[in-house]
C-alpha cells in the first residue's frame, strides 16, 4: 500500500526565517514519483516539483529547496528567508502504480503561516 | 491558454437534487481523474479515465459517477447527493496515463449539500 505522511499539520514562522516541511512515503514501487503541490488560500493547486524515484539530487529553485533521501523515504521541502506569500498548505504526494490508475496519493498537508 | 476548467465554482444544493460538475480541458489530454479534498484528509481520488469510454474507480467512488464521452470533457455526477458529499473537488488532466507527465488541476468546485 501507498501512503505520504505530513507529520507537521501546521507551522507559524516570522518571515525570513528557513522553514523546513517534512515529508514521509512508502511505497513497495521500484519507479515511482515524488510531488509537491502548494494551495494558498484562494484555494487553487500549484505544481512546485516532481522527482523520480531515480534521481535523489537535491533541487533548489530560489528559495525553495527539495531534498530527497531514498534511504529514509523522505522528500523535505525547504524554504529560505520565507515570506508572507509562502501563506499556503503544502501537500506532498506519491504518484500510484498502473493498478490505481496512476492517482496521486497525497498527503495530509501541512499549513504554513508566515508573519511579517 | 492551457488550462482545466471546472463548472461551477461554487455550489449549494439539498440533499438528493441530481448535479453535475462539469470539467473540460483544452490540451488533449489523455489521462483526466476527480479528487475531494477534505479538511485532515488531504486528497482522495473518486475516479480517473485513461481515454474515451474508459473510467475506473479511485479510492472514493460511491455516491459519484463519471462519463467519457469526449476527450475534453469528463463531467462529475452526483445522483443523489448527501450531506457527506460537501467537499471541495478537483478535476485534473494529464497528457498520458503515465505519472513522468504533470497532473495539471482545475481551479476546485466547493460543494455544499444541505
Known amino acids: 500500500a501507498q501512503k505520504v505522511t505530513q507529520a507537521q499539520t501546521e507551522i507559524s514562522v516570522v518571515e525570513k526565517e528557513d522553514v523546513t516541511l517534512d515529508c514521509v512515503y512508502e511505497t513497495r514501487d521500484t519507479t515511482y514519483y515524488l510531488f509537491w503541490y502548494k494551495q494558498p488560500p484562494s484555494g487553487e493547486l500549484v505544481f512546485l516539483i516532481r522527482r523520480n524515484s531515480f534521481d535523489e539530487q537535491n533541487e533548489i529553485s530560489g528559495r525553495y529547496s527539495w531534498n530527497f533521501q531514498k534511504s529514509t523515504s523522505s522528500f523535505n521541502f525547504t524554504i529560505t528567508a520565507s515570506q508572507v506569500v509562502d501563506s499556503a498548505v503544502y501537500f506532498c504526494a506519491l504518484s500510484g502504480g498502473r493498478n490505481s490508475g496512476y492517482a496521486l496519493n497525497f498527503g495530509k498537508g501541512t499549513s504554513l503561516l508566515v508573519t511579517p | 491558454e492551457a488550462q482545466v476548467t471546472q463548472n461551477p465554482r461554487y455550489l449549494i444544493t439539498v440533499t438528493g437534487k441530481k448535479l453535475t460538475v462539469t470539467c473540460s480541458q483544452n490540451m488533449n489530454h489523455e489521462y483526466m481523474s476527480w479528487y475531494r479534498q477534505d479538511p485532515g484528509l488531504g486528497l482522495r481520488q473518486i475516479y480517473y479515465s485513461m481515454n474515451v469510454e474508459v473510467t475506473d474507480k479511485g479510492d472514493v467512488p460511491e455516491g459519484y459517477k463519471v462519463s467519457r464521452k469526449e476527450k475534453r470533457n469528463f463531467p462529475l455526477i452526483l445522483e443523489s447527493p448527501s450531506p457527506n458529499q460537501t467537499s471541495l473537488y478537483f478535476c485534473?488532466?494529464?497528457?498520458?496515463?503515465?505519472?513522468?507527465?504533470?497532473?495539471?488541476f482545475g481551479p476546485g468546485t466547493r460543494l455544499t449539500v444541505t
Open positions: 485534473a488532466s494529464s497528457f498520458a496515463v503515465d505519472p513522468s507527465y504533470e497532473q495539471y
